[in-house]
């Protein structure tokens, strides 16, 4: 008597694990727009190529999965009680820098949740995604920014066309206020030379370069394209203010 043979699970394989998902993100390309992943890349991955290590940490991420689960299909797809990412795709988590340290060193002090709805809608910002955004809580005053405020930076916004509070990276990282002169020049406005943060909770110092008011060029902040590069990070969307 021929036996029927079993077939495979559908989570036998990486695409078929993939595949459950972008169901539960509601489709492809709702899980490109949260996970930054394009929508060709995740097809090239139900397809059958091998995703790197990034982008099964973002995945994971995204997704609330057990990276085991999500590269060998081992272990339980996801702890008990999480919710499954695709519940949580308006939320767009931010990570927070530590001001004064270099923009490469990448020290990361929190996490901030933001609606992407919201950010699309009331800040108009495209797209919006973890590599586009960062967050730094201030240590000074400057203009409408007050200590300890938080302030949302949009990474996209670097070509000082307007007004407004800018992150630069001196190296390490501050917050400046920049106004446009005359012709190629910049006023930029920054705590007064040596002035000390106002807390032990705000240890680092002002950094010398661009402290109180100066006129400067903008290619000193923007850099040639070349060797020189450019000192800007991105410009303030969004600022909390403490109650």
Known sequence: ??????QPSVTDDFAGRLHQVIQEFGSRSALAKVSGIPGSTLQDYEGGSKPGIDALLRLARI???DLNWLIAGEGEKRPKGTLA???LADVLVVSQYQLGAALSMEQIIGYLP????WLERELHLEEPTDDTLLAV????????????DLVLVDRRQRNLDRDGIYLLDLPGMVL???IRGIGDKLIVVGPEAGQSAPSAHHPSRAHPTFAGRQEVRRRDLLGNG???VSKVVGRAVWIGHRL
């Open 137 to 148: 809580a201030a240590e000074w005053n400057l203009h409408q920014v007050s200590t300890g």
């Open 176 to 178: 400046r206020s920049l």
């Open 114 to 117: 933001f609606s992407r709805f």
């Open 85 to 87: 990412g695709g519940l």
């Open 226 to 228: 070349g060797s020189v």
């Open 1 to 6: 008597m021929n036996r029927k043979m079993p």
């Open 63 to 65: 997704a609330n999965l």
